[in-house]
Structures are given as structure tokens and as C-alpha cells.
């Protein structure tokens, strides 16, 4: 019986994919590059949130609860805790992000007790105790110890006996490497010092930033948080490790998400193809099927032969795609790092590692997807009327109907799916208002193609004259070869669109937030480098110096657990905001006495979903404040969200005097780069940042650029799937149409002629797909722009058309379907006139 | 025993017309006839509607006491399966399979397999004349060659019915006298059923007897 299984199916399904060997590839290919691109970046986000969701649990050890608050506590609240019943041991601890001098960025330092934290993080305890030795020792009165992280010590390139350099204020501070910590001490990017150093070398005194909690046996933890928050300050919180896991991925979800949607479209784009290779061949094997259904094979046999050659593709796809997948994560980790270039883990090193159920579940993916795509070429192959294919075999392949009630059905639901909200804060209605809108514009396609070929004009030529009556007289052909086109020119014309409206979005922003001459910056929100209110005055007394406006970055904790927001403290006039902010929406109504005025960047706005004019109450350390909005600015710095305020207020509220930003404007007659070494000759010793607006703009340009370069790859891989589709279209049709050539060889048409014919036709084709891509992708880029960014970064944009960019494209792809066609027709033109004529097959 | 009753077909559409009407046919087992008649005269027709890959407007096809009209296409299929052979005159020849799997197909569709299905095919293209060409792809063979071929593919699972459409349509003289004894030997070797439709009065003479389809009906000559 199996003997008799291998030639039916050497008969339905491996005859046919040996047979046709270009296009099985092609449609391998192409499943393979869509699954390969899944699965990558799959790979890359899973391996990169479990490092981040593990540097973040480390930084707990053993404990089952935590109480913490963005701007600390009172050290008083500590043995308060310890006391409470049902808590075994509290480990409190100091955390500082240090800025580092001499790079970019900030070290996490961990100031721990070293008695207190051996119960709760035995792996380091026993480093901690040596860190406590020298302490009481004095055994280092210049530099303190302090155990690095593995990650922080590659990262930083420091091993033990090296100096680390940070800074507080402008005051450098060093600490002695006294040793690295293995990778199970303590995954983060971070060192561990003593908790009184950090108190003292941060200016902490007082102060904790964490206690660390282990219960007692038996002990519930809910009725232990009970107590906890009875005693709890303003702003302090109880926390599972869990949450602190999810908080640090929380910024990045929307990037990953969106990357993992990209990367499923080449996986949808690589589907299209095959519903298009498995529909040509189901049209040009009619006479087949034809036979078989006649030899005693029956439709459902058919059917499922058919699937089962579709499977066959897909699973071949799909472990070419896994094992693709894994060799591009691979490489992407090495060379573009955990976030891909976006710079959202920027100190995460992960190895790769994939499970073998990953694999399956990709596997599986990627044949339902060849399944999927070759359900309606199946069912069409088994419904070919027998008798009339026997005698005709290619009598259908003219025929095209337009589903219009389908395609009107489509565009309706791509529509009211814009109107519903993001699901679980992720764009989903978006993107699927984007898949129904394209399948609408694929269902349209015969019609389209029908209006414009009966609309050519006739007469021009002969190889214009037998193009156009070819693609009239076989619609349905040229309907999937335009449609291949359709699905990846649309796609890649619609993120051009969002990709160039994002990046000018960008540009003019930055030009508008950066009105100054020069800035000077030290750290940034949470960091433990900043300049004080003398240094800012000798700044002001540099001869050239016009004025100067200063900013302080913190944070503020907003209400009902909504986390965190960036506080920007800046020199700002309430009545013309808009002079140093881009602002959205903006009232006049007067602010209440008892309330200060805020502006809300876009995120934060969403955040707290309140309209501008209202009112809200927040936390500045463990200050409340209630705050009115008073307008609503665009911000593409800080994707969590910020909240702008007056500093002179900030300063009242908090008293904290400490800037980061300063806004320098200059005389006219000075000169820059004068006033740039007047600064450096003021502060010598210190680490900051000092920039022109222009140079600042050329980073955030080139942070952009970097951030966007895989989705340029994805773009590049999906068109190449559509060209994949022209390809193999066209070298179904020349292969049918060889007896054709033969005939036009016969009556006198030179093989250029017929090459011209073939141009034109993948040309035309080409064309068509391009003005139907150009229409469709202009409307899924509204939907990038207006819906799908907003809800996934917060940010507005403003539409900018790459017009130059899609007319190259647009003409390549042209140049391109119509060498594909000449090169695919380039065998039929080879062979011998007189046998191709003769040829039944 | 195949047996046509009063069978009527008409055809919808543009151009909508009857092609058969009250057509009744006996032919008994081993028998072999041939069908002549003028273009749309209905005679490829007459041979889907026997075949069952078409359905009759009224009237019933009886094959050894089965009525195919009363079964669903799946049944049909495989009462095809097992009892009909089909030539055609453009060979239809499976193009990705060689000489050999094209001949074993129907042997496949029907669990011959091992050595059985080997003696078989052995003796079929030894018949056929093509043992030579068995690896063969079908692309390297003349068109006389092909249709040996297909002759072979419609005796190999010894159907008790062979459907013949124009067998000869696309080959020289001496090819088509060639498949036609061919055809005509195998069928009486094998005691089939065989029903040739033709235009050409040389082949129709290779029947046992003849019959002309034309619009007042079916009648011996």
C-alpha cells in the first residue's frame, strides 16, 4: 500500500514540485524568510526580556516583598518594618544610577548591609562582608571597594584593582575594584558597595531607597503588606520582584511589538506568495487534475493532495525559516545588540538560546501559513470541471470575478476597526485595519486590472498589441502577479511614509526645543551627576553669554499606581509656553491657587487620561502636589511619559537646587567656540555634556537612523518576496505560452520582439502593482502615522510624502518585473521554434 | 455490460441547445464500438456522460447493473477508478512522471502494488513496445510514442470499460494504425468493453461495429 501512496503522491504532489523546481524554491524561500524573520526576532525579544526580567529580579536576591519610592525614604522607616510581624529579615539598601565619567550612561550601585542582605542575597553576602571590613577598617580612606557585576565589568572594561570613575554633582568619586561578582551574584549592569558609603559618597545620609523583605514561614504576605502600608510615607510603595521585572520592560514593549508585526507581515507577505504560486499552478495544471479526477482520483482526495503539497513547502520553509532564524538572531544579538540598535537595553548581553517548542511553534507557523495559502487554489483545483478542462485545459484562465460585496465588506471593517481602542496597550485593531485593507485592495484587484486594460490604447505595436491581448486574455494571472506586488509595494511604500514623516517629525522638533546657542548637560533623570546653582552663575558670567535658562530632570510619581513620569523643572513663562515647548493643546483657563501649572508631553497625557484643564494630584519625593494642566506638548524623548513645571515652584516644593541642562544664548558677536573653552576652562574636572544645537541634532538623527535600520532590512525582504511573486508568475506563464512563442517564431517575429513582449507585459504588470502599492500603502501609512504610532509610542507626527524615494522605487520595481520577465522568458525564446509548436505540455 | 437509457443532455448559456436526446445504447461485455458524427455532433458528450464527469438531463448509464447517475461524484470517481480506461487525443500524459509511473498510476490508485504491479507494467510496455523508454520523461517520446502510452495507462488495471476520444487526432497514418491495433488487440485480450469516438472512418473500421451520432440520434451503420 505505501508503494501505491508514493506514486499517487509522485502523481499529485512531489511530480509537480520537482517539476516546477524555480518556483518551489521561490515559494521555500519565501517562507523561510518570513518565518526566519519571526523567529529572529522573536528570538532576540524573548532572550533580551528574560535577561532584563532577570537583572531586574536579581537586584531583590531571595526577597518576597520590597518597599521602595522613586525619591527614597527616611532611613527611620526601616527598623519600624523589621518589626512587623511576619517579616523575617529586612536587608535595606541604597540605589544610585552613578553617573560615569568619561562615557555616556550611568552604573547602578548597590549600597547593601552586608549582615542584613546574607540571608536575602547569599550569593554576594559574602563580598558585601569584605566591603563592610574595609569600611570599619579604613583600610581604603581614599578610594571605597566596590564588587562589579560580570556584565558591568566586561561592559566597562574593569577587572579587579581598576578605578571606577562616577560622578556626583560635578565631583568625581572613585571606588577601587575590589573584585567581580559571578553572573549568579548578580545579573544587572551593576557593582555592590557598602550601604553607608553610599549614603555618604551620594548624599544620601538618611535616606534608603529600598528594604528588602524576607517573610517568616508561613507568614501571608498580603496581610504583611497590610501592616507595611499602614506605616508607609507619601510615595512609598510595597512591590512583588515580579512588578519590578515587568516595570523594566514595560518602555520597550512597544518598540518589540511593533518589530514583531513587521516581521510577521514578510511572514504574510511569504503566505500571499504561495496562495500565488500554489493559484498559478492550480490554473496551469488544470488539464491535470483534469486527468486525475478522471483516472478515479476524487475531489477530496484532490484536495487534500493539494494541501498536503502546500504543507510539504511549508514545512520545508518553516525549518529552513527556524534554523535561518536562529543564525540572524544570532547575529543581530553580535552586532546590533538585544534591542536591535534601538537602545533600550543598552549593557544586556544575552547569549542566545531557543527551545526546541519555539522551533515547533515557528515550524507550524510557518506551514499553516503555506496551508492557509494554498486552502482556495485547492479548492479551486478540485472544483475544476473535468469534462471542459480534458478538452480545454486553460479555458478558465480568463476568467476573473470581483467579489464586490467582499471587498466593500473588508474596507467597512478596515474602517470601524480604527475605531476601537488599543488592546492591552499594544495597536492591534491598527494592525489589523491595515491586513483588511490590503486584502480588500487584493479582493479588488480584477476589476482594477480589468478597467485599466480595457482603458490601454490599442495599436501601438506588435509586441504592445499581443501584450495587451495576452494579460486581457488571461486576467487571472496577471490579477496574482499583480497582487504579489500589491501585498510588499504597499507594505514597503506605507513605512517609507511613516519611517520619512517620523524622521522630519523628529528634525523639526528637535529645531524647536533647541532654540539656544549651546547647551551644557550633566546627567539625566534619576542620575546622580548634576551642576549646582554656583556653577550655573559662573557659567552666566562667561563674556559673550546673551542669558541663560537652566532645567533639572527628575522624576514624579504620578497617582493611582500609574507609576513614574520624567519631571522636567525648567525656566518656563506659564503665558508663552509655546516658546520653548511644541504644544498640542493648551488652555486659557486661569490655575486654581492651590494648584501649580503643569504640561503634559503626549505620553503622559495619555497616561493619565485627563483632559487639558484638569487637575490631578502627584508626588514629588514624598511631597504631594496637586497639579493643573496646562496644555499638552510633543515630546520623543521620554516614552514613559513627562511633566513640565516651573522651577522656581519645583524648587519650593522639594528644595532641590540641582540643574542638569543648561540653555546658553550668546551676544551676536560671540563666538562659540570661545564661549565652548570658557566652560571647560571653568569646569575642568568634570564630566558633561557640551553641545550646538546642531551637533545635538545630528545624535538624535543618527539614534533614529540606528533605531530604524532593521526595519529597513524587513522592507528590503518583503519587496524581495513580491519580486519573488512576478518571478515566478511570469515563468509559470512563459513555460504555458512556450507553444505561443513558437507560433509568433513561426509567422516571423524575432526573438527581440518577443523579449519586448515580455517587457512590456512584466512592465505593465509591474505598473499596475506599483499604482495600486502607491494607493494602498498611502492609506496604511495614515493608519502607521495617525493610529498605530500614537498608540504605540504616544507620539504625533506629522505626514511626510518621500516623493523622490517612492518615484525611484517605484520605477526600479518597474525595470525590475520587466527583467524578470524577459529573464524568465529567456528559455521559451532558446528553444526551437518548430518542437514547442508541436509540444503538447 | 454497458447500457445507455434514453439518455437527453442540453447545454445553458449564449447558445443554449440540446445535444443528445433520447439516446438508448447496449453494449455488451467485450464489445467493441465505435461512435462517428460531425463536430458538436454531441459525440464527447455521450462519452463524459458514460464516463461520468457529466451528468446526464435525463435518462440513466448502466454499468455492469450500476446506474452512475444515481452515484455522487465520489462514487463515480471511483467506480473509474476501477472499472474505465480513458485514451485522449492529446495524450494527457502526466508530464513529471516517467513512461513507467505514468502506466503504474492506475494500478496505484487501485493497491496493485509490489510484484503484481511489476509483472504487469513489464508486460504492458513489452505490449506497448516502450520497455525500452520506461525511465523515460513522456516530453522525449514522439506523439505515437505517448499515446502507446497512454493505451498502456488505460488497459494496466484491466478496466471492464475503455473510453477512447479521438485517439488517432493528432497522429501521422502510420502512427495511428499502429495505436489502433494496438488498441484493438489489448481490448480483446482482455475481454474489455471498448468505445472509440472518431472522425475518422479509417479508425471507426477497427470497431466491431459503428454507430453515427447526429441531431435525429444514434443509429448502427
Request: charged share 20%; glycine share 8%.
Amino acid at each position: 500500500m505505501a508503494a501505491a501512496t508514493r506514486v499517487v503522491l509522485d502523481a499529485s504532489v512531489f511530480g509537480p514540485l520537482r517539476h516546477a523546481p524555480g518556483r518551489t524554491v521561490l515559494a521555500i524561500a519565501a517562507i523561510a524568510l518570513g518565518v526566519a524573520l519571526g523567529f529572529a526576532i522573536y528570538l532576540i525579544n524573548r532572550v533580551a526580556a528574560d535577561e532584563v526580567s532577570l537583572a531586574a529580579r536579581s537586584l531583590f536576591g531571595l526577597a518576597d516583598l520590597a518597599i521602595e519610592s522613586n525619591g527614597g525614604f527616611d532611613e527611620a522607616l526601616y527598623p519600624r518594618v523589621a518589626r512587623i510581624e511576619g517579616v523575617e529579615v529586612a536587608s535595606p539598601v541604597v540605589q544610585v544610577e552613578a553617573k560615569l565619567i568619561g562615557q555616556r550612561g550611568a552604573l547602578t550601585l548597590l549600597g547593601m548591609d552586608a549582615f542584613r542582605s546574607r540571608r536575602l542575597q547569599p550569593a554576594f553576602a559574602r563580598f558585601a562582608e569584605t566591603l563592610s571590613r574595609d569600611e570599619s577598617d579604613g583600610s581604603s580612606s581614599s578610594k571605597q571597594a566596590v564588587y562589579l557585576s560580570t556584565s558591568a565589568a566586561q561592559g566597562l572594561g574593569l577587572s579587579a584593582g581598576d578605578t571606577l570613575r562616577v560622578q556626583v554633582g560635578l565631583r568625581p568619586e572613585e571606588f577601587e575594584v575590589a573584585g567581580v561578582l559571578p553572573p549568579v551574584a548578580l545579573q544587572d549592569r551593576a557593582g555592590v558597595i557598602d550601604i553607608a558609603t553610599a549614603q555618604w559618597k551620594f548624599d544620601r545620609l538618611g535616606r534608603l531607597s529600598r528594604i528588602n523583605l524576607r517573610l517568616a514561614p508561613g507568614a501571608s504576605p498580603a496581610r504583611v503588606q497590610q501592616s507595611i502600608e499602614k506605616i508607609l510615607p507619601a510615595g512609598a510603595r510595597v512591590v512583588a520582584p515580579g512588578q519590578a521585572a515587568d516595570e523594566a520592560l514595560r518602555l520597550s514593549r512597544a518598540y518589540r511589538s511593533n518589530l514583531t508585526a513587521l516581521a510577521l507581515v514578510a511572514l504574510f507577505t511569504g503566505g500571499f506568495f504561495v496562495y500565488s504560486t500554489q493559484s498559478l499552478a492550480a490554473l496551469r495544471r488544470r488539464r491535470e487534475f483534469a486527468l486525475l479526477h478522471a483516472l478515479g482520483i476524487t475531489r477530496r482526495e484532490q484536495l487534500v493532495l493539494t494541501l498536503l503539497g502546500g504543507a510539504i513547502v511549508g514545512v520545508a520553509g518553516a525549518v529552513l525559516g527556524v534554523a535561518l532564524g536562529i543564525a540572524i538572531a544570532n547575529l543581530g544579538l553580535n552586532v546590533l545588540g538585544a534591542d536591535l540598535g534601538a537602545g533600550f537595553f543598552r549593557g544586556i548581553t544575552p547569549s542566545l538560546q531557543w527551545h526546541w517548542l519555539e522551533a515547533a511553534v515557528f515550524c507550524a507557523l510557518g506551514a499553516g501559513v503555506a496551508i492557509v495559502g494554498t486552502l482556495q487554489p485547492a479548492l479551486d483545483a478540485a472544483q475544476i470541471p473535468t469534462a471542459a478542462a480534458l478538452k480545454s485545459g486553460d479555458v478558465a484562465s480568463g476568467q476573473v470575478r470581483t467579489r464586490w460585496p467582499l471587498v466593500i465588506t473588508l474596507l467597512v471593517a478596515a474602517v470601524a476597526a480604527l475605531l476601537l481602542p488599543p488592546v492591552a496597550g499594544l495597536p492591534l485593531p491598527g494592525y489589523v485595519s491595515i491586513a483588511l485593507l490590503i486584502v480588500g485592495a487584493v479582493v479588488a484587484m480584477p476589476a482594477i486590472l480589468q478597467r485599466l486594460l480595457a482603458a490601454a490604447p490599442r495599436g501601438q505595436s506588435v509586441p504592445w498589441e499581443i501584450s495587451i491581448s495576452h494579460l486581457r486574455g488571461t486576467a487571472r494571472y496577471a490579477t496574482l502577479s499583480v497582487s504579489a506586488i500589491v501585498v510588499s509595494f504597499s507594505l514597503m511604500v506605507a513605512m517609507a511614509i511613516m519611517v520619512m514623516s517620523f524622521r522630519n517629525s523628529l528634525d523639526a522638533w528637535t529645531q524647536r526645543i533647541l532654540p539656544a546657542d549651546l547647551y551644557v548637560r550633566a546627567g539625566s533623570v534619576g542620575q546622580s551627576s548634576h551642576l549646582s546653582e554656583t556653577d550655573v552663575a559662573a557659567l552666566r558670567s562667561i563674556p559673550g553669554v546673551a542669558r541663560l535658562e537652566v532645567s533639572r530632570l527628575t522624576e514624579v510619581s504620578l497617582p493611582e499606581n500609574l507609576g513614574t513620569a520624567a519631571l522636567v523643572a525648567r525656566d518656563i513663562d506659564a503665558r508663552q509656553a509655546s516658546r520653548v515647548l511644541w504644544i498640542e493643546k493648551q488652555t486659557d483657563k486661569p490655575t486654581p491657587p492651590d494648584a501649580v501649572p503643569v504640561w503634559l508631553s503626549e505620553a503622559a497625557a495619555d497616561l493619565l487620561k485627563l483632559p487639558v484643564g484638569a487637575e490631578f494630584d502627584m508626588l514629588i519625593g514624598e511631597r504631594p502636589v496637586k497639579a493643573s494642566i496646562r496644555g499638552v506638548w510633543r515630546d520623543y524623548e521620554h516614552q514613559r511619559g513627562a511633566i513640565v513645571m516651573e522651577r522656581a515652584a519645583y524648587v519650593r516644593l522639594s528644595g532641590d537646587r540641582a540643574i542638569n541642562t543648561v540653555w546658553m544664548w550668546l551676544e551676536p558677536t560671540a563666538s562659540v567656540e570661545a564661549v565652548q573653552q570658557q566652560v571647560r576652562d571653568l569646569l575642568p574636572q568634570a564630566d558633561y555634556d557640551l553641545r550646538t544645537p546642531r551637533e545635538l541634532r545630528q545624535l538624535s538623527l543618527q539614534a533614529f537612523d540606528r533605531t530604524f535600520a532593521v526595519t529597513y532590512a524587513l522592507e528590503l525582504i518583503a519587496i524581495l518576496i513580491g519580486l519573488f511573486g512576478i518571478s515566478a508568475g511570469t515563468s509559470a506563464q512563459v513555460l504555458a505560452r512556450r507553444a505561443e512563442f513558437g507560433v509568433l517564431r513561426h509567422i516571423g517575429l524575432t526573438r527581440a520582439q518577443i523579449a519586448s513582449t515580455l517587457a512590456i507585459e512584466g512592465a505593465g504588470l509591474g505598473g499596475l502593482g506599483v499604482v495600486a502599492g502607491l494607493v494602498t500603502g498611502g492609506l496604511v501609512s495614515l493608519i502607521l502615522v495617525y493610529v498605530v504610532n500614537r498608540q504605540s509610542f504616544h507620539w504625533s507626527m506629522d505626514l511626510f510624502v518621500p516623493v523622490g524615494l517612492l518615484a525611484t522605487l517605484s520605477l526600479a520595481l518597474i525595470v525590475s518585473a520587466s527583467l524578470i520577465a524577459v529573464f524568465s522568458g529567456r528559455q521559451a525564446m532558446r528553444e526551437d521554434a518548430v518542437r514547442v509548436v508541436k509540444e503538447d505540455w | 455490460m454497458l447500457a445507455l437509457e434514453s439518455l437527453t443532455k442540453s447545454f445553458d448559456g449564449a447558445r443554449a441547445r440540446q445535444v443528445l436526446r433520447d439516446i438508448s445504447l447496449q453494449v455488451p461485455d467485450g464489445e467493441y464500438i465505435a461512435i462517428m458524427g460531425e463536430s458538436g455532433a454531441g459525440k464527447s458528450t455521450l462519452l463524459n456522460l458514460i464516463a461520468g464527469l457529466d451528468r446526464p438531463d435525463a435518462g440513466r448509464v448502466v454499468l455492469d447493473g450500476e446506474d452512475l447517475t444515481l452515484l455522487d461524484d465520489a462514487a463515480c470517481t471511483r467506480l473509474r477508478r476501477v472499472k474505465m480506461g480513458f485514451v485522449f487525443q492529446a495524450f494527457h500524459l502526466l508530464p513529471h512522471l516517467s513512461v513507467e509511473r505514468n502506466v503504474a498510476l492506475p494500478l496505484a490508485l487501485n493497491g496493485v502494488v509490489g510484484r503484481d504491479a511489476a509483472v504487469r507494467i513489464d508486460e504492458m510496455l513489452a505490449a506497448v513496445g516502450l520497455s525500452e523508454c520506461r525511465h523515460d520523461s513522456p516530453a522525449k517520446l514522439s506523439g505515437g510514442e505517448m499515446q502507446r502510452v497512454a493505451v498502456a495507462r488505460a488497459l494496466i488495471h484491466k478496466p471492464s470499460l475503455v473510453l477512447a476520444d479521438e485517439p488517432t487526432g493528432n497522429l501521422d497514418a502510420d502512427s495511428a494504425t499502429e495505436v489502433l491495433e494496438l488498441l484493438r488487440s489489448q481490448l480483446k485480450r482482455d475481454r474489455a468493453t471498448g468505445i472509440l469516438v472518431t472522425h475518422s472512418t479509417i479508425a471507426a473500421a477497427t470497431a466491431d461495429r459503428v454507430y453515427r451520432l447526429s441531431a435525429r440520434g444514434l443509429r448502427q451503420e
